[in-house]
């Protein structure tokens, strides 16, 4: 899923959750905070790897001081990337939406 798409679904501010919700499918909120901050993290990286293959284009080997300031199409993708929903809203949004897939390690009374 893009980045875009993920956008559109996501909500502009942050709410209060019901717990309920975020426990119902794992029965603990614990597991469902750590299973949203594993993808918030992915989504982190992604949006980072994104950002800064886009911002290779304007990196130079000498940096004029007028070439700065007036650089609009890279003001305009950091503004972009700076609307964005936060990673952990996106998170979020996608596992009420049963859209992450996750797993649990199976309990093995060996290992330690």
């Keep these: 899923m893009s980045l875009s798409e993920i956008q559109?679904?996501?909500?502009?501010?942050?709410?209060?959750?019901d717990t309920?919700?975020?426990?119902?499918?794992?029965?603990?909120?614990?597991?469902?905070?750590?299973?949203v901050?594993?993808?918030s993290n992915q989504l982190t990286v992604q949006?980072?790897?994104?950002?800064?293959?886009?911002?290779e284009d304007f990196a130079s080997d000498h940096d004029n001081l007028e070439?700065?300031?007036e650089n609009r199409e890279q003001i305009e993708i950091s503004t972009y990337y700076e609307k964005l929903p936060k990673p952990t809203l996106m998170a979020l949004e996608e596992f009420v939406e049963?859209?992450?897939?996750?797993?649990e390690p199976?309990?093995?009374?060996?290992?330690h």
């Design 37 to 39: 901050s594993k993808r």
């Design 20 to 35: 309920r919700v975020l426990d119902k499918d794992t029965g603990n909120i614990y597991k469902t905070l750590a299973i």
């Design 106 to 111: 199976e309990n093995n009374p060996d290992a």
């Design 67 to 69: 070439e700065i300031f």
């Design 8 to 17: 559109k679904r996501s909500r502009e501010n942050a709410e209060a959750w």
């Design 98 to 103: 049963d859209k992450i897939y996750y797993r």
């Design 47 to 55: 949006i980072k790897e994104e950002l800064t293959k886009k911002l």
